[in-house]
């Protein structure tokens, strides 16, 4: 039998790629002199320390707060590098940076859309029609904001490094050598991305909502905000085995309405931008995977 895939994740950043491997994270960023930097870090998880975090359901959480974590340091560390930011973000500025982005976020995608239906009560009472439409005002709200991100010009550069990240991963998973031609045929969409993982919880969320009841407006907001954990731990277990069985017809088709919204969140990448995706990537694989994969290395 052949053995497994190593496992590899990533996202996009100012002018670079971060790569996250089982047991390295590396943020490959194109400089203003046109050289790659690549800088990697050992991966450190609570998980390590309380193994029942590994357990389903509560790992998704795990993944998905420790992901912000990196993703924030990783962009912060991609400002600097390619000569957008200067200053480099202390961890209390970092931290209020998170703070302030997680409220706004509940405030855009769950106080407004369930204090909007206050103009729908007046139509009808019924609990589960009232949650049906807040979560579809909440997903109509979601697709606008990325449409309209979608069309600045400094964000379709991250897109492109997106799918950069999306098209070098296929390379790997494929068995070719990661280099930039190798990598043309194959698509910017992929089933493990964390767009798919949005969609995913914002499908969940309509759902789970519908059997809430429809309590007073401070009710309605705690009661989302406190089950976005569970909805996350749900998601996380839906896109682990959609990226395990993406060739299965049915899977397919229930992540699909992901895979259509990476149309708006990746752009088709150009060869330097593929050459940092791949630099990423070599630096959290083992030597014996780069070697599989076709590569040579030198010490």
Not at 16 to 35: I, L, N, S, T
Not at 120 to 149: Q, S
Not at 176 to 197: I, M, Q, V, Y
């Amino acid at each position: 039998m052949e053995k497994e895939k190593y496992k590899v994740g990533g996202q996009a950043v100012i002018e670079g790629v971060m790569m996250r491997g089982k047991d390295k994270v590396a943020v490959a960023v194109r400089q203003p002199d046109g050289e790659i930097s690549v800088d990697v870090k050992p991966v450190s998880t609570i998980r390590d320390k309380y193994p029942i975090l590994k357990k389903p359901l509560l790992r998704g959480v795990v993944v998905l707060v420790e992901s912000l974590c990196d993703g924030m340091k990783a962009l912060a560390h991609s400002a600097q590098v390619s000569g957008e930011d200067e200053e480099q973000l202390s961890k209390t500025d970092m931290a209020m940076t998170m703070l302030v982005s997680a409220l706004l976020a509940i405030g855009l995608f769950i106080v407004i859309p369930t204090w909007s239906m206050r103009f729908l009560h007046n139509l009808t009472n019924d609990p589960v029609l009232l949650n049906l439409a807040e979560g579809f005002l909440r997903m109509g709200i979601f697709l606008a904001y990325i449409a309209a991100i979608s069309s600045m010009e400094d964000i379709q550069r991250v897109f492109q490094y997106h799918g950069a990240e999306h098209k070098t991963i296929y390379t790997y998973e494929a068995g070719l050598p990661l280099e930039p031609k190798n990598a043309h045929g194959f698509s910017t969409l992929h089933p493990r991305c964390g767009t798919n993982f949005l969609m995913i919880v914002m499908l969940i969320s309509i759902f789970i909502f519908t059997f809430l009841g429809w309590p007073n407006l401070l009710e309605r907001i705690a009661s989302r905000v406190l089950m976005m954990p569970i909805i996350a731990g749900v998601s996380y277990e839906i896109i682990r085995f959609a990226g395990n069985h993406a060739e299965n017809s049915v899977v397919h088709f229930a992540i699909l309405p992901g895979l259509l919204l990476q149309k708006l969140t990746t752009r088709e990448p150009d060869d330097e931008q593929l050459e940092v995706a791949m630099a990423s990537l070599k630096a959290v694989l083992p030597e014996e995977e780069i070697i599989k994969a076709g590569e040579v290395v030198h010490d």
